[in-house]
């Protein structure tokens, strides 16, 4: 079985400021990595995703994780945040089902 | 493409009545996932479908949840009898076959129950 822990449940932050969202992982086969964002009163958008290869993976609006194999990890980064950047965060594992973490309310402050 | 589309937007119910949530999947998408969104407990995955057939319903919290998919294009998650507990976002997403895909979400039910 797999497993998602996200170690924070609410991150402030002033603007443009760097900011760390903390993903850890279990799985006893391989798994693709997954972060989605929502923002109030949607569903959840896909930011990025690990598949294979480069463990530094880019996405939209700024965003970049970096998959840890040896500590299971896949902490989301952003070096300069905005006050649009505050929603929640999602990390999510996938290898036949989809599983999600609980999430991580970002909160920009001006 | 209209994306996935759930409905009602939102519901509210009194203890013990019947509710029915609706999703319609993105076309051409043949994995169907339900989620259930709270304060307490984050999203968790209800049951999902592949080509209509449930294929792990082992997040259904009780005998009181059903799911069921009948063709393709639609879905339908209901709970009777419903309980205040059962108060909560339910998200409805589908992607197509591969797990490096991604999910596409509906903008989900606010589920009430009074």
């Known amino acids: 079985a797999q497993s998602v822990t996200q170690l924070d449940s609410q991150v402030p932050v002033f603007e443009e400021a760097p900011v760390e969202l903390r993903c850890n992982y279990s799985?006893?086969?391989?798994?693709?990595l997954f972060w989605y964002v929502q923002y109030p009163n949607q569903g959840l958008q896909l930011l990025l995703k690990y598949l294979s290869g480069s463990t530094l993976v880019k996405g939209i609006n700024g965003f970049e994780a970096e998959f840890n194999k040896s500590q299971t990890s896949f902490h989301l980064r952003k070096p300069s945040v905005h006050i649009s950047d505050t929603a929640e965060y999602f990390c999510?594992?996938?290898?036949?089902?989809?599983?999600f973490g609980t999430g991580t309310r970002l909160k920009v402050l001006a | 493409d209209a994306g996935v589309i759930q409905s009602p937007r939102h519901e509210v119910t009194e203890m013990g009545q019947e509710v029915t949530l609706r999703c319609k999947p993105i076309s051409g998408h043949d994995y169907l996932f339900w989620y259930r969104q709270t304060m307490m407990r984050g999203l968790e995955l209800l049951i999902y479908f592949n080509n209509n057939v449930p294929i792990d319903d082992s997040g259904m919290p009780e005998d009181r949840f059903s799911a069921k998919m009948p063709n393709a294009s639609f879905s339908t998650l209901k709970i009777q009898p419903s309980e205040p507990r059962d108060s909560a976002v339910y998200f409805c997403?589908?992607?197509?076959?591969?797990?490096?895909?991604?999910?596409?979400f509906g903008s989900g039910t606010q589920l009430s129950v009074l």
């Open positions: 999510a594992v996938r290898t036949y089902k989809y599983i």
């Open positions: 997403a589908s992607s197509l076959s591969g797990n490096h895909e991604k999910l596409f």
């Open positions: 799985s006893s086969v391989s798994v693709y």
